[in-house]
T-cell receptor, first 109, second 112 residues
Framework: GDSVTQMEGPVTLSEEAFLTINCTYT??????LFWYVQYPGEGLQLLLK?????DKGSNKGFEATYRKETTSFHLEKGSVQVSDSAVYFC????????FGKGTKLTVNP | NAGVTQTPKFQVLKTGQSMTLQCAQD?????MSWYRQDPGMGLRLIHY???????DQGEVPNGYNVSRSTTEDFPLRLLSAAPSQTSVYFC???????????FGSGTRLTVV
């Protein structure tokens, strides 16, 4: 079945550091790919998405590119802030969302 | 728009009790899903629906029932609560699935 594998956390960075969270997937067909973010004590929010190969999703300085050849959708941000501290989930769909296990990011001042 | 509304936000049950977690959306979304979130396990799909009258099992359906009699509502029923069902439950909805899902704020359930 469909599955998502993302890098294990936790990840701890200093403010203004570069962030990469790796995500690879296994799926039949051509799924849509997503990154969701969960801030402490809250539900999940859609951060960005890509619906076909070579699409780049972006939002709030975060980016990820749908790479069919490597079945990857790595999340990147050039300069993280303390407010980016959260758990990040990679996921695929369309009919039902399949999640990776999440990566906890802590950004220190 | 209220989005996806889950009730209650918190619940404590005794082992063997039954209850229904409510989920309602006002976006006319066809797709709805229930997930549970446990530490270190990410989010696991319990049941999902692609439209009124249509439901299917996800990864961890045992001990849970769902029905989808209207587009707006997708309740999750715990038949006989067990401590292993202690978790945070999230409901989500989407128009097509491809555009992403909108999540409710969650129900924190404790079974003692």
């Amino acid at each position: 079945g469909d599955s998502v594998t993302q890098m294990e956390g936790p990840v701890t960075l200093s403010e203004e550091a570069f962030l990469t969270i790796n995500c690879t997937y296994t799926a039949t067909g051509y799924p849509s790919l997503f990154w969701y973010v969960q801030y402490p004590g809250e539900g999940l929010q859609l951060l960005l998405k890509a619906t076909k190969a070579d699409d780049k999703g972006s939002n709030k300085g975060f980016e990820a590119t749908y790479r069919k050849e490597t079945t990857s959708f790595h999340l990147e941000k050039g300069s993280v802030q303390v407010s980016d501290s959260a758990v990040y989930f990679c996921a695929l769909s369309p009919e039902k969302l399949v999640f990776g296990k999440g990566t906890k990011l802590t950004v220190n001042p | 728009n209220a989005g996806v509304t889950q009730t209650p936000k918190f619940q404590v049950l005794k082992t063997g009790q039954s209850m229904t977690l409510q989920c309602a959306q006002d976006m006319n979304h066809e797709y709805m899903s229930w997930y549970r979130q446990d530490p270190g396990m990410g989010l696991r799909l319990i049941h999902y629906s692609v439209g009124a009258g249509i439901t299917d099992q996800g990864e961890v359906p045992n001990g849970y029932n769902v029905s989808r009699s209207t587009t707006e509502d997708f309740p999750l029923r715990l038949l006989s609560a067990a401590p292993s069902q202690t978790s945070v439950y999230f409901c989500a909805s989407s128009q097509t699935g491809e555009g992403g899902y909108t999540f409710g704020s969650g129900t924190r359930l404790t079974v003692v």
